[in-house]
């Protein structure tokens, strides 16, 4: 039996990743075969092109271009690593995946989501998460824990863009969250980390 595709989304600050890693141990408390990943990045070409786009000093880069990065390395995760371990029956907890490019490169960046997610059906040949969690904070909040962890968070690119892009980048989630409602699930990410993930492991099980 095909495994479970769980992708996490939310602004940059947002704590996704570390809520990740609680809903992981959770998740193998109950005996789930659970796998971790991120986008971009996960297998080694990915992780090449998350370099290039992440790079503080790639600042000309056109928004196409950076949208079109991120689904070339999206495919790749996809087929050598996301996939595969589908087949073997896991539960692939993805850090990102398609409804960033939407929130940031066709919301943000003024692409158009419908126009992004051509680019993107292209990639992932249909394949979309059984659920996505939206980790909701406010961008000022997420600028703030940023700004308080930037000697152990990877500051990137994106990181250093202004207040007003992570709030349409915010405004771009909270339009998706509309549009698919019964896949995409918004969760408060202004509380402690051991209780956005208790929240976020309850909707997990549901599917499981």
Known sequence: MEGKF??????????????IKEVERYL???????????????????????TVIHDVNNTDMDPLCEAFLYAASRRQHLVQKVLPLLKQGKVVICDRYVDSSLAYQGYARGLGIDKVKDINEFAIDGKYPDLTIFIDVDPKTGIKRI?????????NRLDKESVSFHEKT????LELVKRYPDRIKAVN????????????????????
């Open 6 to 19: 769980i992708t996490f989304e939310g602004t940059d600050g947002s704590g996704k990743t570390s809520v």
């Open 189 to 208: 990410g202004e509380r402690s980390i051991k209780e956005v993930a208790f929240d976020c492991f309850n909707l997990i099980k549901e599917i499981l």
């Open 147 to 155: 700004l308080e962890h930037s000697d152990s968070h990877e500051v």
């Open 170 to 173: 915010h405004d771009g989630y």
């Open 28 to 50: 193998k408390v109950q005996g789930y075969d659970v796998v971790t990943t991120r986008e971009p990045g996960g297998v080694a070409i990915a992780e090449q092109v998350r």
